[in-house]
């Protein structure tokens, strides 16, 4: 006879599902408690049953090879009905199970007791059961000990979720702490890195066990001319050329590098592993792509502009982070000197 479904049947499959238990491997916390119920109960078969939609799921078993059977055919869907043990001495003689395949088929299940696994909330899962091929009864020391034994595995259960409440939690603030390590380290402006990020990388990358011969050049530059820009078309669109500058640059870096917006018109182009020739190249890119590119094309405008450029190297040019940077704002301030629009590079800064 097929099992009368629980009357909050949605609500506890939904609740099964939250446990993250179906169709997992065998853990040794339960096969201990299968195996120990076998013994106190002196019978052959036991088993960590689970009622899933349409199946019986055995978490943990002794006495057989399945892993699962048909909800049909399940005792312990007769036993998730209630919360007490359910205990049928011969099935042979109880209506619901005398024509069931497990007990007229090779199985011969004779006797049944199964505690339900009942959690805080009062769902029920499934049972602990204890099987065997004859009849018998339990006595009321193995009745408690089923009963017991069923709390620990529910134990189990409970435990395995909050380790799995708790890393989802950990997850979620890992992501959450990701963020504000971009956003802390973002230019609301450009969109790029900004000078926090600057100094976190060089203090990172020029720190003392840094191997001496590890090369990272640095590229100052700004725009020329940019107030007029902010004079002819307003604050708003200056902003928006100097996202489109960054962007422009971008388009010549590679992966590992970083542009930083310094502040005002002024950027920062972090190239790691870049020796003074691999920058100057480089970098020669970087002015040609401004003085090539249209910005603000999408607001029906064409403004041209050009960019001063100063190149440092560590360790040829500097030899820690602070005479980096003023090696390659010195080199910006000879390229603006000079004419703007050029690279300049001033070495061995002190």
């Known amino acids: ?71 049909d055919l399940a005792f312990c869907a007769h036993a998730i009905l209630g919360d007490e043990v359910l205990v049928v001495s011969d099935a042979r003689n ?50 408690r000990a089923l009963r017991v034994l069923a709390r620990q595995v529910m134990a189990q259960l409970e435990l395995r979720r909050l380790i799995k409440e708790q890393a989802e939690t950990s997850r979620r603030l890992e992501d959450a702490n990701d963020r504000l390590r971009v956003a802390s380290t973002t230019d609301d402006v450009s969109g790029f890195r900004n000078t926090r990020f600057l100094h976190e990388y060089l203090d990172a990358r020029l720190e003392v066990k840094t191997v001496p011969t590890d090369k990272l050049s640095l590229v100052f530059f700004d725009m020329d001319g940019f107030k007029s820009v902010v004079d002819t078309h307003g604050h708003l669109l200056g902003a928006k050329v100097l996202r489109e500058v960054a962007e422009a640059v971008n388009t010549q870096l ?15 182009v972090i190239l790691p592993d870049h020796d ?44 820690n982070k602070k005479e980096l940077l003023i090696a390659a704002d010195k080199g910006l301030f000879q390229s603006k000197a000079d004419g703007k629009d050029r690279v300049s590079r001033v070495q061995h800064a002190s």
């Open 254 to 268: 590679d992966f590992g590098d970083h542009i930083v917006r310094y502040g005002g018109d002024e950027y920062v």
């Open 94 to 143: 109880d209506e619901r199970f005398a024509d069931n395949p497990l007990v007229r088929g090779d199985l011969k299940i004779r006797f049944y007791a199964g505690a339900p696994l009942v959690t805080e909330q009062g769902d029920v899962l499934g049972t602990l059961c204890v099987i065997d091929h004859v009849e018998r009864k339990l006595t009321d020391q193995q009745t």
């Open 1 to 71: 006879m097929r099992a009368d479904l629980p009357a909050n049947e949605a609500q506890r499959l939904a609740t099964l599902v939250e446990y993250n238990i179906l169709d997992t491997v065998p853990e040794a916390a339960y096969d201990d408690i299968t195996a120990l119920v076998s013994e106190i109960c002196d019978v052959p078969i036991a088993a960590v049953s689970l009622i899933d939609d349409d199946r019986q799921w055995f978490k943990s078993r002794v006495g057989f090879d399945v892993d699962e059977t048909p909800r």
């Open 276 to 319: 003074a020739d691999e920058a100057l190249a480089k970098t020669e890119r970087m002015k040609q792509v401004i003085r090539s590119t249209s910005f603000l094309a999408a607001d029906g405008l064409d403004v041209r502009a050009s960019a001063s450029f100063g190149l440092a190297t560590y360790p040829d040019d500097a030899s």
